[in-house]
């Protein structure tokens, strides 16, 4: 496609639940981004990846979260044991260059625990 | 961490009417961005700024990288209903935060037609 892709695009979830959101960059980008955005907040950096490279994951709230991208495509952002302060939008973006590179976001999706 | 300060929180304006909101941080930024977000939608890249004292216009907006690093400011002249959204700064800094964006926390604009 085009742009970048997530799914889903709202999931409700049971407190306690573990969740799975999915991100497919712009093809040929190597470098993707997951931000959380809370209501009425601008987004927060969770974690980066270079390919099939974690090299910060410093924005993770708790070891809940979890994130892959086991073939430098598309990436998976895991929340294990869901809690109501999880509740938030999970934008995903990627780039071509992690420096200078102009971050395309998607449309994101938002996560309501329940 | 960094922080960005984004001012106004909310503006409500005439279609017609030109627009200024701004962003400072305690800390520099070699990178500046200016987005806007639809609702449900993620944020849309309007301008990019690269360098100290840049100035760069994208029709009828204009943005500034501040002197200093520590500030930028976007205009949107002449507005039009569809410039109703969210806009956000965002900043990067590399030698300390790596690659990531920090945002501010927005300017909800509303026009009235």
């Known amino acids: 496609g085009a742009g970048v892709s997530q799914s889903p695009r709202y999931k409700v979830a049971k407190r306690g639940q573990d969740v799975a959101l999915r991100c497919d960059p712009i093809?040929?980008?190597?470098?993707l981004f997951w931000y959380q955005q809370a209501l009425g907040q601008g987004p927060e950096f969770l974690t980066y990846f270079q390919n099939e490279a974690q090299l910060d994951k410093s924005g993770l709230p708790s070891d809940r979260f979890f994130a892959e991208r086991p073939e430098g495509s598309v990436s998976t952002l895991k929340i294990q044991r869901t809690q109501q302060e999880d509740s938030a939008v999970y934008l995903c973006a990627s780039s071509l260059a992690a420096v200078r590179g102009t971050q395309y976001f998607g449309p994101g999706t938002r996560l309501l625990v329940l | 961490g960094q922080q960005l300060n984004q001012s106004p929180q909310s503006m409500f304006i005439q279609e017609g009417e030109d627009v200024s909101m701004n962003c400072t941080s305690s800390?520099?930024?070699?990178?500046w961005l200016w987005y806007k977000q639809d609702p449900g939608e993620g944020p849309v890249l309007l301008i990019a700024?690269?360098?100290?004292?840049e100035l760069t216009s994208n029709g009828r907006l204009t943005a500034q990288f501040g002197i200093t690093r520590k500030d930028s400011f976007l205009n949107i002249s002449a507005s039009i209903p569809s410039d109703v959204g969210i806009y956000f700064c965002a900043g990067q800094a590399v030698e300390t935060s790596g690659s990531r964006l920090t945002f501010g926390e927005g300017t909800q604009l509303t026009v009235n037609p």
């Open positions: 800390s520099i930024f070699n990178t």
């Open positions: 700024l690269y360098k100290a004292g």
């Open positions: 093809s040929g980008h190597v470098s």
